[in-house]
């Protein structure tokens, strides 16, 4: 099959390196987003809608319909709780399990599999919960009101990004990915406070159920089990043994999430999806769809299986049915009077809006100036100042840990209002220092750059046509990138079209995920330094699979090279500045992935299969060459 006629989904047809990949990743961010934002927006209609509810003649309807005791039986035993419990303790740990799953994905194939990039996001979330703790301290030191700390440690993902969409740049990719990496963070420890500092007296018994589950999850990923029946079934044990146990359920999900397998998808699966799906495509019978349907499930991860099932229905679902069950303070009988001369009321307030903004900012700040790592391009310290701000929105953890801290209704009600007094607060906070940062500190956008930072330089380029053609397409690459080999006819193709009017050049980007890309980039510029830079370019990608340094030495004698020169020309240090060059221009023009292609000298963004480049070339019209 040709490249033209592999239609390539641009979310499921790049290899990532250090960072999540703008172009590549556009439009799964853009869907993430959406969900998100809409989840803040029904988050907060149920809010008002649990407001005006505990306020209104029918409040005493409100109280009682969260105390209707619901009962789940299976013989003589079963589960028994009000409908409060079963969202809190039941509906809100899927929550946290897709959480779990979300986390899990990012430190395999995600934005934390580069653990230098991880520094600053990781300073700054544990300083962003640091110093909302100590303010929230200092004013309330001790006594009942002092269990309250864990209320202005967390952030609500979802509202987050949603008051963000609104009132942050137009083009915010990196900050937000930035901030979904510091989040995470924060959602382990908060998860962690939840389920070790909020719980009650403990079982052991269940506890070790709890604990065989865990290590049958672990055993599941180690045999590579892809179904996802099994892992739902032990996640469903494990979660009602832990609501045995005394700890809080939410435990549960966070970690059953953690240990629920994420890949990028296998090369053979991939191959064997499509012909499983061209089989079908010939002969559409019941077997034979029963065949393709499993293998094209098997392509794809159970953890990236198990959020797109859950992701969308915890958002617009179970977080508006936690805010409506746990939002509604009934302010009369003078519970607001009360809550603002409350110290602590003001301690959430003062530690979520105040504390997370300049936790958030210090700890960034200081990891940048000590050098500890830096922050992603595109995103300027007035970016973290008001991401951190936003990061004030503690809801929906929040809300959760005041439910679990305080027995007493007053103290309850006096939190809650300082949560949803915050929330308003914060997110007028981040509005200001977003226009702050834009007019002050001209930092408007926080994206990627789409511009080739280094010009086609025919003298060490690698080109195939013309060396003043009028048209221009650069691809990054790595040869181990199962991706890369599947659009590596796309150059032919290209030229076949165009002719003359096409210039076509090729540069290296070997990841980190891949552990020969690296010798296989520097044996195509040894084999070049003999002029065997194309010959060795098609057999490397041939032989995907096979790129030990005794096979590149068979694949140097099989295309003709002086072998024993192209061993000693692998440790050349014009062959390392080479690749390194090409790396450091891949950083430089915000390249993440590969493949990656810049027409003219413009980011390629969307689908790399031959068509859509041909319309994205024949769009770019007569150009220059760049060089």
Known sequence: MSAAEVEIDPDQSSCKGSQAFEAQSSRSLRDFMRTESGSAGMLVVAALIALVWANSPWSESYVDLWHTELAIRFGDGGLTMDLHHW???GLMVVFFFVIGLEVRKEFAIGELTDRSRVVVPLVAGITGMLVPAAIFLALNPSGEQAAGWGAVIGTDTAFLLGVMALVGPAVSTQLRIFLLTLTVIDDIVAVSVIGIVYSDGLSLGALGVAALCLVVLVVLDRFAVWQAAPYVLVVLVLWVATLESGVHASIAGM??????PALDPRRVDVEEAARTFRAFRQSPMPGVQRTARRSLTRAISVNERLQEALHTPTSHVVVPLFALANAGVDLRDGVLGDALASRLMWGIVLGLVVGKALGIFVGAFASVRLGWGRLPQGVGLGHTLAGGALSGIGFTVSLLIISLAFEST???????VGVL??????????????RFSARFLGQTDAALPRTLSQPVDPARDHVVGPVDAELTLVEYLDYECPFCARVSGVGDELRAHFGDRLRYVT?????PVHPHSELAALA???????GRFWEMHAVLFAHQDELELEDLVGYAAEIGLDVERFMRDLDDDDVHRHVAHDVASAEESGVRGTPTFFIGDTRHIG??????LIVALEQQGVGRPIG
């Open 607 to 612: 689908p790399h299969d031959a068509r859509s």
């Open 410 to 416: 007053r103290l309850q009600d006096q939190a809650r």
């Open 87 to 89: 969202i809190n303790d």
């Open 524 to 530: 195509s510029e040894a084999a070049s330094l003999q």
């Open 507 to 511: 540069r290296h980007l070997p990841l």
């Open 421 to 434: 007094l915050a929330a308003v607060l914060a997110s007028l906070a981040g509005w200001a220092a977003f």
């Open 255 to 260: 970690v059953s999430g953690l240990l629920v």
